[in-house]
Structures are given as C-alpha cells and as structure tokens.
C-alpha cells in the first residue's frame, strides 16, 4: 500500500476498541488493520499550513505557519486557557469562528490517563477528546453553555487535580490502580464554590477507552519528522495520536500536522 498528503489528526471511532483512520489525500487508511506490519512515513520536504494551506518551511503549534499561529482564532489564548475566552461577550480574534466553537455548550470532565486529570470540551468532541488523550476512562462533570464558564470551573477544580497527561506514563500504559471515576467526580463536585454547582452533570456514565495495541513499550522515545525525514517500524499499537513501533520508538501524528508523506506498508 501507498499513499501521498498531508499528516493531520487521525480520525477515530469507539468500538471494543478505537478505529484510527488516517487521510491522506483521498486514501483513508485502516490503521488497526497494519498492527504487526512495518510501515514507512516518508516526508517529502513539504509542510503546508492547516489553516490557510501556504507553503511554510517550519511548522508552528500543530501544523500552522507563523502567521497564523500568532493571529488564528484557532491559537487563541483561550485554546489553554478557557477561563479568558470572551467569544460569550461577543469578542475575539474571529467573532465568528468563536461563535460557532466556544460560545457552545461545553464540558468539563475527568479522564483516567496515568492518573485522574480535569478537562475542558466542547460538547461535540465528547468521547474523541477522550481517545486523543490516550484515556481509558471519562466521565462528564460539569455542562455549561459556553467555553469561558467551563474554564471557571476548571480553574477550580485545578488547585486540587492536574489537568495534563504524562504521555510516556501513558503510552506505557502505567495508569493508576483501582480509581472510582464516579467517586472522584463527586469528590470534585463537593470542592466547587456554591454558584459553580448549578452546572453539574447528572449523567454519570463512565465511558471506557481500549486501545488497539500489541503490546506497551517498557520504554519509549519520541520521534518526529522535524528532526528525521523518514520514520519506519513495525507498528505495535495506537494510543491516543501516537503510533507505537517495535523497540519504544513514539511518534504524535497530530503534532505532525501539515507534514506532506509517502506512506507505505509492507
């Protein structure tokens, strides 16, 4: 199999366990069904920006060129920190684009990655926020109407509970033992201020993540193509956006985003 384009976000679907589809192109590729197979990604020497597709021979953030990265309404502060969105008061980079993502209802949640983390969604990426994050369990804690309120909440929740991932942790799948998701919600919930309460979730389905993966690297080492221009292994699972090759190599295809390949498979 061969295929030509750029890398961007793969696409996924919750079954027994996630389905990775990568688009290249007009090829989608079936990414569990290479599990045990040795593929190649070839960069071409070409990067093309994920906003305004211009020729950029670095990329910045995941996959944008200098301009856009520094004025895009998609490299907003509010992107890390919710909490100083103000697309609900009618401002922002795009008025627009603010109005069709961040002044929307919104989550706040918890995850299992390695450990429990605080999180904040907009109501449409729920469970794939989740699967992108390597998580293999969410659960919904609070719902608001839009971005800003839910960055409140998780300002909050922030002084008691990470709200990042320990990549490696978790591509090796080294995840805290025998943690109530349900219960920790509700401990979360008792540490918010009265006027936050109002928006708790009552939904308290925990929904759980398995990953198609061979097996977990004891150890794992990080490559990417702005450092090498061909990554090839015998890919041993997927978590998260990583691929997983034989011997620990890691690789983020999100973070890769723009990156013109040649995929191929043996």
């Known amino acids: 199999m061969k295929a030509t384009g750029p890398l961007d976000k793969m696409k996924t679907h919750l079954g027994q366990s996630v389905e990775y589809t990568l688009q290249l192109g007009t090829d989608a590729i079936a990414m569990n069904d290479l599990l045990g197979t040795k593929i190649t990604l070839r960069h071409t020497g070409k ?3 994920v906003n305004c597709g211009r020729i950029t021979k670095k990329a910045f953030g995941q996959g944008f060129c200098y301009p856009c ?3 895009s309404a998609e490299n907003s502060e509010c992107i890390v920190r919710p909490e100083l969105c103000r697309g609900h008061l ?3 980079r795009d008025v627009e684009w603010e109005k069709s993502h961040h002044v929307q209802p919104h989550y706040v949640y918890l995850a299992l990655s390695n450990a429990v983390k605080v999180g904040v969604t907009r109501a449409t990426q729920v469970p ?3 699967m992108d ?3 293999s369990q969410g659960i919904l ?3 608001v109407p839009y971005r800003q309120l839910a960055g409140v909440i998780e300002v909050e929740l922030k002084k008691y509970l990470s709200d990042k991932t320990n990549w490696q942790r978790m591509l090796k799948n080294e995840i805290a033992a025998d943690v109530d998701l349900k219960e920790r919600k509700y401990a979360a919930a008792d540490l918010l201020p009265e006027e936050l309460k109002q928006y708790l979730c009552i939904n308290d389905t925990i929904t759980e993540i398995r990953y198609p993966v061979l097996r977990f690297p004891e150890k794992v080492k990080s490559v990417s193509l702005e450092k090498q221009q061909e990554i090839s292994g015998v890919l041993t699972g997927i978590k998260g956006q990583y691929l997983l090759f034989e011997g620990g190599m890691v690789s983020n295809i999100r973070n890769q985003s723009g990156y013109e390949v040649e995929f191929e498979t043996e």
């Open 47 to 49: 990067i093309s920006c």
């Open 128 to 130: 794939y926020r989740w």
């Open 141 to 143: 804690l609070a719902e």
């Open 133 to 135: 994050q390597g998580a």
């Open 90 to 92: 009618g401002e922002g």
């Open 69 to 71: 990265f520094m004025n």
